[in-house]
């Protein structure tokens, strides 16, 4: 229970520090409803079209909002010397690691259903899948804090991790299905898709509104709670390398 209630406590400070300030909280409304507006605008108010769009908004709201907001939150924790003292706490590392992620976490699976909310005034959202969405904004959220951290842990400036980060994401907004099948790209960029946490967040997404996916629903799940595993401990192995041994 102490534990808990370390954990309990480092994510209050973290909502109250860094998730909660107006910028980012503008941010991460913002940006969702940008990127719902222009697709809308491009869709032409098609509602089918709108509806096979939103699997890949959400995705990228996911994406951006935890990834962003952990680069912000561990590298100026590192800059500042309080995430030495913070591992320095009678806590396993690995619950702490948690700790610093949930906010990311919790954030991103908000952040992901604002366009959601939006295109429920225009499209008729029935006959969704819910629990499969939630499941696949939930994972793709985790996935996308994990490698958040293991990019904020491996690297000592803001401006490094924002960089390295969109190394990462950008790419992955054409090559993770979101938005055009993964049948359009070239073959030899496939195996690289398959490599990328957010397609099979996406096709799960997909898979719940009711188009087809290219693997069942209950395999994807697996795949992404795999990523999820080694994303993790490739963070606390970064971790006890750099900052512990």
């Known amino acids: 229970m102490k534990h808990w209630g370390a954990f309990a406590s480092i994510l209050a400070k973290d909502m109250r520090t860094y998730y909660l300030k107006p910028p980012n909280v503008s941010w991460g409304l913002v940006f969702p409803l940008a990127w719902t507006g222009m697709f809308f605008v491009r869709s032409g108010a098609n509602p089918s079209e709108l509806r096979s769009l939103l699997p890949g908004v959400m995705t990228l709201a996911v994406l951006f909002g935890t990834t962003s907001l952990l680069a912000v939150a561990i590298t100026f924790e590192k800059k500042s010397r309080s995430f030495e003292r913070l591992l320095l706490a009678p806590v396993p590392l690995s619950l702490l690691m948690f700790a610093k992620t949930a906010g990311a976490i919790l954030f991103g699976v908000l952040n992901a259903f604002v366009?959601?909310?939006?295109?429920?005034?225009?499209?008729?959202?029935?006959?969704?899948?819910?629990?499969?969405?939630?499941a696949g904004?939930?994972?793709?959220?985790?996935?996308?804090?994990?490698?958040?951290?293991?990019?904020?842990?491996?690297?000592?400036?803001?401006?490094?991790?924002?960089?390295?980060?969109?190394?990462?994401?950008?790419?992955?907004?054409?090559?993770?299905?979101?938005?055009?099948?993964?049948?359009?790209?070239?073959?030899?960029?496939?195996?690289?898709?398959?490599?990328?946490?957010?397609?099979?967040?996406?096709?799960?997404?997909?898979?719940?509104?009711?188009?087809?996916?290219?693997?069942?629903?209950?395999?994807e799940l697996l795949i992404l709670i795999a990523f999820c595993l080694v994303l993790f401990v490739a963070s606390l192995r970064t971790i006890n390398r750099r900052w512990i041994a």
């Not at 366009?115 to 939630?134: D, K, R």
């Not at 690289?192 to 799960?204: C, E, M, V």
């Open 137 to 219: 904004v939930i994972l793709t959220a985790v996935s996308s804090a994990f490698l958040g951290l293991l990019v904020a842990v491996s690297v000592a400036e803001v401006f490094e991790a924002q960089t390295i980060s969109n190394f990462f994401r950008f790419p992955m907004v054409f090559l993770c299905g979101l938005f055009f099948p993964l049948e359009r790209l070239p073959a030899w960029l496939r195996p690289l898709s398959y490599a990328l946490p957010p397609t099979y967040g996406a096709d799960i997404m997909h898979q719940a509104i009711g188009r087809p996916g290219f693997l069942p629903l209950w395999l």
């Open 115 to 134: 366009p959601v909310l939006l295109a429920a005034f225009f499209i008729n959202l029935s006959g969704t899948n819910w629990p499969a969405l939630l």
